[in-house]
């Protein structure tokens, strides 16, 4: 499966912004699909994980609240809308699948594909 991240852009602190990730080459629908971030000189981290069919979520503690996870897979697409942005969310977004669903993709093992990244910049 390839991945195509999108929705990126500047933002002020409070601000929203959607996320999207669309997918080709394989059935969207066999696959977990997740969302992680890099901020400039840290690792990535996992930011939200959604099982085959979207009915179940799971979010790291920094963002759960604030943001949302979902999919719509006659679409092919993944969707991360992220509410009430803080400068600490300033990060290249990634976006991510795997077979194995929402377990495999919360630790982030052996991951089938990765997105491009979208930048996200927050101001304060």
């Known amino acids: 499966v390839q991945l195509q991240a999108s929705g990126g852009g500047l933002v002020q602190a409070g601000g929203s912004l959607r996320l999207s990730c669309t997918a080709s080459g394989r059935t969207f629908s066999d696959f977990g699909m997740g969302w992680f971030r890099q901020a400039p000189g840290k690792d990535r981290e996992f930011v939200a994980a959604?099982?085959?069919?979207?009915?179940?979520?799971y979010y790291a503690d920094s963002v759960r609240g604030r943001f949302t996870i979902s999919r719509d897979n006659a679409k092919s697409t993944l969707y991360l809308q992220m509410n009430g942005l803080k400068p600490e969310d300033t990060a290249v977004y990634y976006c991510?699948?795997?077979?194995?669903?929402?377990?495999?993709?919360?630790?982030?093992?052996?991951?089938?594909?990765w997105g491009q990244g979208t930048l996200v910049t927050v101001s304060s």
């Open positions: 959604i099982g085959w069919s979207g009915g179940t979520t």
């Open positions: 991510a699948a795997h077979e194995g669903g929402l377990g495999y993709v919360i630790k982030a093992n052996g991951m089938d594909a």
